[in-house]
């Protein structure tokens, strides 16, 4: 079988992440890249976030699995209709009245909603992306004078790198009916707290639980037996150590930049996993 991806084929064209995004990888790329396999075929990513890895590995296929549908509506549209997205962000104005006006309605039309989507992750406060119980965003505005809410250059080479891409919408379980052997999954799940006050999991309005991330724990291992290349990050606890003992655990350090306090956004020991 053909290798389609080898980590000496990684561009040195550099194209950023399109949204801001709790837990993103932007900054911890140099520090990753260091664990990545050195070669495989198709590249899965089944909780895609800001998809920093994917854009920096810039595979040749992949595909693409997040459960919020707000966040998989905007990856698709700027896959296929990138012009519509940018022209229809030209109507926004950064104020607060107008972000609380924007933020109660959500469109249905995707490239609207998609747009929808992209002014209020640039303009909440920090960057957070949180709904309540009924699925409805509800962080507040971010207080900005002038936010930049796309790169042209840089979106469009997104799209046209998103159209080497399934994207689906779906639990992170998804992934056992696409990953082959030889292919590469990275599993970058919301973290098990460190504490009862470090929650952050309300990306959809369905919390990620500690039975989740024994789930998980067992798609990785069902995937591993597959001969599946598998690299995990999570929080460096005793409960996640225990899910992934017997395969090759390494620490990183980590800066958390979505606490709301300057002061608080300290190194933090993370955990990579990896079969290989």
């Not at 698709?76 to 104005?93: A, F, G, I, N």
């Not at 607060?96 to 998609?114: C, F, G, L, Q």
């Given at each position: 079988?053909?290798?389609?991806?080898?980590?000496?084929?990684?561009?040195?064209?550099?194209?950023?992440?399109?949204?801001?995004?709790?837990?993103?990888?932007?900054?911890?790329?140099?520090?990753?890249?260091?664990?990545?396999?050195?070669?495989?075929?198709?590249?899965?990513?089944?909780?895609?976030?800001?998809?920093?890895?994917?854009?920096?590995?810039?595979?040749?296929?992949?595909?693409?699995?997040?459960?919020?549908?707000?966040?998989?509506?905007?990856?698709?549209?700027?896959?296929?209709?990138?012009?519509?997205?940018?022209?229809?962000?030209?109507?926004?104005?950064?104020?607060?009245?107008?972000?609380?006006?924007?933020?109660?309605?959500?469109?249905?039309?995707?490239?609207?909603?998609?747009?929808?989507?992209?002014?209020?992750?640039?303009?909440?406060?920090?960057?957070?992306?949180?709904?309540?119980?009924?699925?409805?965003?509800?962080?507040?505005?971010?207080?900005?004078?002038?936010?930049?809410?796309?790169?042209?250059?840089?979106?469009?080479?997104?799209?046209?790198?998103?159209?080497?891409?399934?994207?689906?919408?779906?639990?992170?379980?998804?992934?056992?009916?696409?990953?082959?052997?030889?292919?590469?999954?990275?599993?970058?799940?919301?973290?098990?707290?460190?504490?009862?006050?470090?929650?952050?999991?309300?990306?959809t309005n369905e919390n990620f639980t500690k039975d989740d991330h024994i789930r998980l724990?067992?798609?990785?291992?069902?995937?591993?037996?597959?001969?599946?290349?598998?690299?995990?990050?999570?929080?460096?606890?005793?409960?996640?150590?225990?899910?992934?003992?017997?395969?090759?655990?390494?620490?990183?350090?980590?800066?958390?930049?979505?606490?709301?306090?300057?002061?608080?956004?300290?190194?933090?020991?993370?955990?990579?996993?990896?079969?290989?």
């Amino acid at each position: 079988m053909k290798v389609l991806y080898s980590y000496n084929d990684i561009k040195q064209e550099v194209i950023q992440p399109l949204i801001k995004w709790a837990g993103g990888k932007r900054r911890l790329l140099s520090v990753y890249k260091h664990f990545l396999p050195k070669s495989f075929n198709t590249y899965h990513e089944p909780f895609l976030g800001s998809g920093a890895f994917f854009f920096f590995l810039k595979p040749q296929r992949a595909v693409l699995i997040d459960k919020n549908e707000d966040l998989i509506n905007f990856y698709t549209v700027v896959r296929d209709k990138p012009l519509e997205l940018m022209e229809s962000m030209k109507k926004h104005e950064v104020s607060k009245e107008y972000y609380y006006r924007i933020r109660s309605k959500k469109p249905e039309d995707p490239v609207e909603r998609a747009s929808w989507f992209l002014y209020l992750n640039k303009t909440a406060y920090n960057g957070l992306w949180r709904v309540n119980s009924r699925g409805e965003f509800n962080v507040p505005f971010g207080r900005y004078k002038k936010v930049t809410f796309f790169n042209k250059d840089n979106l469009l080479k997104a799209s046209e790198l998103l159209r080497k891409a399934i994207i689906l919408c779906g639990d992170f379980s998804l992934v056992l009916e696409y990953a082959k052997e030889g292919d590469f999954v990275y599993f970058d799940p919301p973290y098990f707290p460190i504490s009862e006050t470090a929650k952050f999991t309300q990306y959809t309005n369905e919390n990620f639980t500690k039975d989740d991330h024994i789930r998980l724990s067992k798609v990785f291992k069902e995937l591993d037996r597959k001969g599946v290349l598998l690299m995990l990050s999570n929080s460096d606890t005793e409960f996640i150590r225990s899910l992934y003992s017997g395969y090759n655990i390494r620490k990183v350090i980590a800066n958390r930049y979505i606490n709301c306090k300057a002061n608080k956004r300290k190194g933090i020991r993370e955990l990579v996993i990896t079969n290989y």
